[in-house]
């Protein structure tokens, strides 16, 4: 029996309406109905809906008593000993997790409240923790908090399976990063914080997303193990493009390969798109900074050698472990089905950008010169392959699926590299106005043969 929790809700609940019809019209009989319709358990579709909207409600309305709570003791805050103030703060962190725990876990009267009330006791477990820090009178970093309620957050998630309290501890990881790599903070001269946050990070994050099969997770832990990786060039010195390409290569590569594996598998399919999808946005950012000229410029003349600096440790293991996943799934290459074009064009990408990048770190670059030399053109074009290579994957990938969200994607990036390159450079105006001319009359061209396709595909599935 299928399991609806990695199966698209917005699929079952079509299938359930297209069910009836099906039935009405006698397309299927009685007993072929109930059989899919308790293969994909539509019957459970309104009580996970309903479980949902309790959940939202319950964490809400937790909020606004804690907020009262709060309020009443605030008012009161001044005129207790130090001893009250902390049995006060401690018991009521208890009282929310304890009971949360309960209610959901050990009777199971109230799963839902009880989650909300775990959750509050995460969030009052931060306040608590700044609340200490006044009553005792300790002047911290105040980030230092904010890694001590992460980790807080992330050991409640795994220890009850709480995808909300995961996602307050991404989020407060990467609030602390970005506070840890301030320039003018107390920690920011320790370049080991950019190497080590994306591999803790992926340890961290990724088994739970994996366990839980929580898209959500996935994508804003891959999200900000890549900006974790770039986080490296806030040093006070400006951004260095150097750090920032090779990241999204060797994230985006990662994300890619691992996504489209896990598309394969029916349980993982909506972590494999999640991870899918910001590996592309993350890569097709690297390529499309990379397309510049200028950009050229500020990655050949940063100083740093391929081996120069710590920051190239985290990108180097996304790219060294993506060139496995790549192989797995060219060998198993016919098990794509509609997908197929769509992974040749971003393993397309993935090594036009491997080269470009390979290319513009390991040529030296004369000082003397202030024209772009070969190498730098020959790195810009690459670049700017690599995004058409990335287009052209999610175009044919639309084709090839009849999947309109990959269709519009390819054509933005296509708009994009098309209008960078008109400003970017100066050229005769006529030039320019031809070029716009031939790609605006060849998209919409496309746009009219991926019409007429779908119209053949929809006749072709209405014939008996």
């Avoid at 060294?320 to 397309?348: D, E, M, N």
Wanted: net charge positive; with cysteine; hydrophobic share 60%.
């Amino acid at each position: 029996m299928a399991d609806p929790k990695h199966i698209p809700a917005g699929f079952r609940r079509k299938l359930r309406d297209e069910l009836a019809l099906w039935r009405a019209e006698g397309l299927v009989a009685p007993d072929q109905a109930d059989a899919l319709a308790a293969r994909y358990r539509l019957a459970d579709l309104a009580k996970e809906s309903s479980s949902t909207l309790l959940l939202s409600l319950y964490i809400v309305g937790a909020l606004l008593v804690a907020g009262g709570v709060v309020s009443f003791v605030a008012a009161n805050w001044d005129g207790l000993p130090a001893a009250p103030k902390v049995a006060l703060i401690v018991l009521a962190m208890l009282a929310c997790h304890g009971g949360g725990f309960y209610l959901w876990k050990v009777r199971a009267t109230h799963p839902w409240l009880g989650h909300a009330l775990i959750v509050l006791g995460t969030l009052v477990f931060g306040a608590n923790l700044g609340l200490m820090a006044q009553i005792f009178n300790v002047h911290a970093n105040v980030y230092n908090g904010v890694a001590a309620w992460a980790v807080g957050a992330m050991a409640v998630a795994y220890a009850v399976g709480s995808v909300p309290n995961a996602f307050i501890a991404v989020v407060l990881s990467f609030v602390w990063l970005c506070g840890a790599e301030g320039p003018s903070d107390w920690i920011a001269h320790i370049d080991w914080i950019s190497v080590y946050y994306p591999l803790v990070a992926a340890a961290v994050f990724i088994p739970f997303a994996y366990r839980r099969r929580s898209a959500v997770i996935t994508a804003m832990a891959l999200a900000v193990i890549a900006l974790g990786m770039m986080m490296g060039v806030w040093h006070g010195r400006g951004p260095d493009w150097l750090i920032i390409v090779l990241a999204a290569v060797g994230s985006g590569s990662l994300y890619v390969a691992a996504g489209l594996l896990a598309i394969r598998r029916e349980a993982l399919r909506r972590v494999g798109v999640a991870a899918a999808i910001v590996g592309v946005i993350v890569m097709g950012l690297g390529a499309y900074s990379l397309s510049f000229l200028d950009v050229v410029y500020e990655l050949r003349d940063s100083g740093l050698g391929p081996f120069g600096s710590l920051w190239f440790v985290s990108a180097g293991v996304a790219a060294v472990a993506s060139i496995p996943l790549w192989v797995v799934y060219a060998l198993g290459w016919r098990r794509t089905g509609p997908l197929r074009p769509l992974g040749l064009g971003l393993l397309a990408a993935v090594l036009l950008m491997a080269a470009a990048s390979g290319l513009g770190l390991l040529v030296p670059r004369a000082n003397s010169v202030e024209c772009p030399t070969p190498v730098d053109i020959a790195v810009a074009v690459l670049a700017n392959a690599a995004v058409l290579a990335m287009a052209a994957g999610l175009l044919t990938g639309a084709m090839a699926s009849v999947d309109r969200r990959l269709f519009w994607p390819g054509v933005l990036l296509l708009v994009l590299l098309v209008v960078s390159r008109f400003f970017e450079y100066e050229s005769n105006l006529m030039w320019k106005a031809a070029a716009f001319l031939a790609c605006g009359l060849g998209i919409i061209g496309g746009g009219l043969k991926f019409e007429s396709y779908l119209r053949r595909r929809r006749s072709a599935d209405e014939q008996p």
